[in-house]
């Protein structure tokens, strides 16, 4: 179910009403609504692939609590069973066909021909995300930064809560769990934050991302038949559409989750007005960098070894980090490459931290230049965009629809005031419409619905399904 149909927006109401007309003293019991509600909203895209998420959930919550009874190696041993366990769901749905490709691709190139073919393999949607937050569960315990939860409904919940199920925020267990457990009350100005983070997500989603996406897709799906011009305004604009798309759908996430309640940690941060690398990595996709960092970055050694091993930690983390993203060598290049910026920025810096201005439109520039392997279909269709962008062949770029030209100009201008706005005035989205007064709160929210409603065109994916 997406966040921006009519499925949802007739299944939410009904699930808060019931929600909220059930006693706060009465935790078990909302949290059964939530877990059932969960399942209906991942089940409404394929109710087969619920058994992979109740598997992991079942595996998940006894692993935890085996830890918690052992030492030494049979606690480790347990661990293994859960890291495993999920690296194992990772691997057999979402890589499974990539290595055999990979593998008969490096046959096919020294004359083997294998024996063997790929399978037709549906990727399950949300898995990287549900996946990663199950095993940071068992991984906590085990470091005995958290104990287990011996309630099963609280942590069936805590997998699968609907408004961070597919695309994350991947929330951790010491921030969620103890919420689910507790009473949640309501409150007036929770409320307000949550519904105004809401319509900021669908304004992002659906004015801004959308329409880039409709004026663009032609010229990334057909990159040779378009001059110079078109690329740099396609390679330009995807920057703004995957950042308002997906920060689009963390708002929606967010915000529903505070409309029940919850409080999720912030997932975005106005990534594009970062002065370096290691910044934008601290705004951009909050919980994935942090949940890289603290299991896999620090693990690994992080910078506690000397300056090349610490070179090699940050190249792993996002070599892997971009694999996360996808079965792609064109994602693992993407990854690769963030991580190589990052290690040179130990090191050096891009510009004197005086012209940080011009920092911030480098690290525009090289973000955006890095995202053509994301969006790309194929390394084929990569250098071409990235040839195109170097021959100088201007003239005049496709423009399309004229209508969704203007759309796209006014959508991004509206939304890119706003986020200045936000970053000049240090204000965090999260909690905002709980400041403002009601002669604001009102006609911005009006403004908000009814552009929604003017652009809204159909219930599009959201890029991060994919994955």
Known sequence: MLFNSLAFLLFFPLVFIIYWAIPTKKVKLQNLVLLLASYVFYGWWDWRFLSLI????????????????????????????SVFTNLGLLGVFKYFNFFIESFLAIGESIGYTPGFTTLNIILPVGISFYTFQTMSYSIDIYRKEISPTKNFIAFASFVALFPQLVAGPIERASNLVPQLLNQRYWSHNKFKDGFFQILVGFFRKVVVADSIGSLIDGI???????????????????????????????????????????????????????????????????SLSSWLRDYLYIPLGGNRKGLVKQYRNLFITMFLGGL?????????????????????????????????????????????????????????????????????????????????????VYGLLVALIFDTFLFVKNIRLESYGSSLKVWWYVPITCFIIINTILFYSDANNFIYFQF
């Open 54 to 81: 109740a598997f992991s959930t079942l595996v998940d919550f006894f692993i935890g609590l085996a830890i918690s009874k052992h030492e030494g190696r049979k606690r480790h041993f347990f661990l293994m069973i």
């Open 220 to 286: 990334y799906n057909a990159p040779d038949i378009h001059n110079a011009t078109s690329i740099v305004m396609a390679v330009v604009l995807y920057s703004f559409q995957i950042y308002f798309d997906f920060s689009g759908y963390s708002d929606i996430a967010i915000g529903t989750a505070k409309l029940l309640g919850f409080e999720f940690k912030p997932n975005f941060n106005l990534p594009y007005f970062s002065s370096s690398i290691t910044e934008f990595w601290r705004r951009w996709h909050i």
């Open 324 to 408: 996360w993203h996808g079965s792609s060598w064109n994602f693992v290049v993407w990854g690769s490459l963030h991580g190589i910026l990052l290690a040179v920025e130990k090191r050096f810096n891009l510009i004197p931290n005086k012209y940080r201005f011009f920092n911030n439109i480098l690290v525009f520039a090289i973000v955006t230049f890095i995202w053509i392997f994301f969006r790309s279909l194929s390394f084929h269709d990569t250098e071409i965009i990235i040839s195109k962008l170097f021959s100088f062949d201007y003239g005049k770029p496709f423009i399309g629809n004229i209508s969704i030209f203007a759309t796209v």
